[in-house]
C-alpha cells in the first residue's frame, strides 16, 4: 500500500510539471456540474495519466479524451475570489476525489 502510495505521489509530482492545455469554451457552457480547476490537463493516453489511472483501477475507451489531475470545484463563477491561477475545465466525471476528473474541456473563466 505505501509503494502505491509512494507512486501515485510521484506521478502527481511529475504530473505538476506539465503544460496546461490551452483555454478553450466559455465556462457558461458547463452543463456537466461545477467547472473544476485542476493542476494538470492532459490526454489519458500520456504516460503519467494513465499512470494514474491505471493505479485508480479507471479504464477508459477513448485514450484521447482529455483528464483533468488534482482538481477542485469553482463553485460560484464570477464572484471575487473563485479565480483558478491553473486549468478551468469543464468534466464529464467528477467522481474520483478531486484527485482526476474525466472527459474534460478547457474552459475560460
Known amino acids: 500500500m505505501q509503494l502505491k502510495l509512494t507512486f501515485v505521489s510521484f506521478a502527481l509530482a511529475t504530473l505538476a510539471a506539465a503544460t496546461p492545455a490551452p483555454r478553450g469554451e466559455p465556462a457558461s457552457s458547463c452543463s456537466?456540474?461545477?467547472?473544476?480547476?485542476?493542476?494538470?490537463?492532459?490526454?489519458?493516453s500520456s504516460a503519467g495519466a494513465a499512470a494514474?489511472?491505471?493505479l485508480l483501477g479507471i479504464v477508459l475507451q477513448d485514450l484521447n479524451v482529455?483528464?483533468?489531475?488534482?482538481?477542485?470545484?469553482?463553485s460560484v463563477i464570477g464572484i471575487s475570489g473563485n479565480s483558478?491561477?491553473?486549468?478551468a475545465v469543464c468534466c464529464q466525471d467528477n467522481s474520483n476525489g478531486g484527485l482526476i476528473s474525466l472527459g474534460c474541456v478547457p474552459v475560460t473563466l
Open 32 to 44: 456537466t456540474g461545477p467547472v473544476q480547476c485542476c493542476n494538470t490537463v492532459e490526454p489519458a
Open 52 to 54: 494514474l489511472l491505471g
Open 66 to 74: 482529455l483528464v483533468g489531475i488534482t482538481c477542485s470545484p469553482i
Open 84 to 87: 483558478c491561477s491553473a486549468q
